[in-house]
């Protein structure tokens, strides 16, 4: 670009060289044709060379910008390559500490998914990717105390209640006990019309 800009200056200083003279008289040389054809013809000669080097130069400019737009778009898929990356690391973390808080909270609660629900797992993962099981134990404890009703309900022989309102009570109104029986004593109560 900077040889267009001097492309046009230079073809403009022949038509100052042709009008200078006539405009301020005769203070300067009186204008000689001979020597104004050569100033012209020299000018025109740097302008042909320029342009010849910069058709030359413009299909490498090309190569270099395109080469330089490969490039960057190489970069910004590497970028997003990296970054999927980082995401799948960070969520595969996030399932372990989960998974470590689940198996850990199995032993005291009564469903160990409230507990990884309640916890913020990301602080339990130091710099070097390691778990910090004695603070997830400690911070369990604390859950369990603020939220008792989540413990499991404690383990022991259960022994079964009776329910007097089942089996017979030994009042002699017993239900038949096969289906024939229940179905003979419906036919007889239908035909002795409802009684």
Known sequence: ????????QVEEQPQELDTAPEAEGAEEEPFDADRAKKAI???????????????????????????EDAQKSEQERLS???????????????????SKVEALAA????????AAGALDLSGYVDDDGAIDTDAIKSDLADLLKRKPHWAK?????RSPRPDRTQ??????????NSPAEEFAG??????????
């Not at 670009?1 to 046009?8: G, I, K, N, R, V």
């Not at 060379?49 to 270099?64: C, F, I, V």
């Not at 309900?153 to 022989?157: C, I």
């Open 107 to 114: 032993k005291e609660f009564a469903d160990p998914e409230d």
């Open 41 to 67: 013809n020299k000018k025109n000669a740097e302008n042909k060379s320029l342009r010849d080097r910069l058709k030359e130069l413009e299909p490498l400019a090309r190569k270099a910008k395109e080469l």
């Open 80 to 98: 997003e390559q990296l970054t999927a990356q980082q995401e799948k690391a960070a969520k595969a973390i996030r399932t372990a500490v989960a």
């Open 1 to 8: 670009m900077p040889e267009e800009t001097q492309t046009e």
């Open 153 to 157: 309900a404690p383990e022991g022989p």
């Open 186 to 195: 419906f036919m007889k109560r239908a035909l002795n019309g409802g009684r």
């Open 167 to 176: 089996g017979s009570s030994g009042n002699g109104n017993r239900t038949p």
